[in-house]
């Protein structure tokens, strides 16, 4: 039998909480199997509230106008797949009011919310508070802050699904152990351009969750929490509750790793 080798230290590394500044170097820039699933020009293989969402200048653009303040978090959403272990890339700039992320591994609350989703997000915000951040959106809260490495603690009891928050404190999940650190959250803010063009690259594969911004690795989360944890959903980008505001992606492309 032949062992991939490089697949079983991408297992182990986090497991058994070693960290080597390796694992924060740039990922790879080739774009060899990646995909775009935005055309830039329409909505095709998404779905939104349009009152929301709309295309402007080779961008999927979510505004929140004076007129148009929304009352709870709603997402566009990528109806063509549901990815399970993938790599994303897209270019995002934000207002400083604004408030977003990329939903992946997520899952629909319909009936009774349209478009809104549930699960793992790569946090953006125009602050900078928590971009880069792994927040999962409707569950957990915070699994990994900026500059964090974690793991997230195997649960055994099926009823802590049905009861969250009493697992949660201060809007971040009790059941995490922190492993190690990829630098100060202050100084990795620096990494991010304000009001500006910035890539975000998100790494997902078994329950490892990596997320790059500008080529700097934020957060490295591993989800041994087989309970909550999700292993493919629907992939979709928030316009959050809050003022006025817009956010706009373009160059999304994803890559199949399985």
Excluded: C
């Excluded at 569950?139 to 990994?144: E, K, S, Y």
């Excluded at 650190?181 to 490892?208: P, Q």
Aim: no cysteine.
């Amino acid at each position: 039998m032949k062992i991939n080798y490089r697949n079983l230290v991408w297992l182990l590394v986090p497991l058994l909480g070693i960290y080597s500044p390796i694992f924060a170097q740039k990922p790879q820039a080739s774009e060899k199997g990646f995909k775009k699933i935005f055309d830039g020009k329409t909505l095709k293989g998404w779905e939104g509230d349009p009152v929301y969402w709309k295309v402007e200048n080779g961008s999927i653009v979510g505004e929140i106008t004076p007129a148009t303040i929304v009352k709870r978090n709603t997402f566009i959403i990528y109806r063509d797949a549901k990815p399970s272990d993938f790599e994303l890339k897209s270019e995002f700039k934000i207002t400083k009011d604004g408030n977003s992320g990329i939903n992946y591994r997520s899952e629909e609350l319909l009936p009774d919310l349209p478009f809104a989703l549930k699960g793992y997000q790569a946090d953006i915000d125009g602050a900078f508070r928590y971009t880069g951040q792994n927040y999962e959106e409707r569950g957990r809260t915070t699994l990994g802050y900026r500059g964090e490495i974690v793991n997230v603690n195997e649960q055994t009891d099926p009823e802590v699904k049905n009861n969250l928050r009493a697992y949660s404190a201060r809007n971040a999940w009790l059941a995490r152990k922190v492993t190690g650190s990829l630098g100060n959250s202050d100084s990795l803010k620096t990494k991010i351009k304000s009001e500006d063009w910035n890539e975000i690259h998100l790494i997902v594969k078994g329950n490892r969750l990596l997320h790059y911004v500008n080529g700097v690795l934020m957060s490295d989360v591993t989800d041994l929490d087989k309970v909550n944890g999700k292993s493919e959903g629907w992939l979709g980008v928030q316009v959050h509750v809050g003022p006025p505001m817009k956010v706009e992606y373009r160059n999304i492309r994803i890559k199949n790793l399985k």
